[in-house]
């Protein structure tokens, strides 16, 4: 797994695109000019940030963003504006500390730091966002600009 810092032309919220098939032969891989692209290291780190599962819905007021972040204290996730429009939520999830006598069977929970960035449209009021976190998840509010409706003004028309 492996997420691409690129902007898509389609999408103009996006930043961060996960291509699924990196690392595979018939993917796209690193190098799009080979065949056959050599297969991606996949490291704790990529897989971490690539797990914060974040919804993100319009309502006729704001842009809603949900993340599940299940363990972690408010203390421990930041949500930052960059360049005006980039909403960036991110944090660190820590390994549990191993006991000298701990035998583990299985580790799937993952940890390590991650981080999800939003391009956020023109409408939004950066200057009035809100988080709440309740129950492991993360809620952010960017309430949106009114949308001032054109007024059409009738022309006279004479002859």
């Known amino acids: ?30 190098s799009s000019n080979s065949l056959f692209p050599s297969f991606a290291s996949t490291n704790s780190e990529t897989a971490a940030f690539a797990g914060a599962r974040i ?13 599940d972040v299940p363990g972690l204290k408010k203390e421990e996730v930041k949500v930052e ?21 701990d035998k583990w069977h299985r580790v799937e929970r993952s940890s390590g730091k991650f981080m999800r960035r939003f391009r956020l449209p023109e409408n939004a009021k950066t200057d009035q966002i809100k988080a709440s976190m309740e129950n492991g998840v993360l809620t952010v509010t960017v309430p949106k600009e009114e949308v001032k409706k054109p007024e059409a003004k009738p022309v006279q028309i004479t002859g």
């Open 55 to 67: 919804d993100w819905k319009e309502t006729p007021e704001a842009h809603v963003f949900k993340a």
């Open 81 to 101: 504006v960059e360049d005006g429009n980039i909403l960036q939520i991110s944090g660190e999830r820590n390994m549990e500390q191993e006991e000298k006598n």
């Open 1 to 30: 797994m492996s997420l691409i810092r690129r902007s898509n032309a389609f999408d103009p919220f996006s930043l961060d695109l996960w291509d699924p098939f990196e690392g595979f032969p018939f993917g796209s891989g690193s």
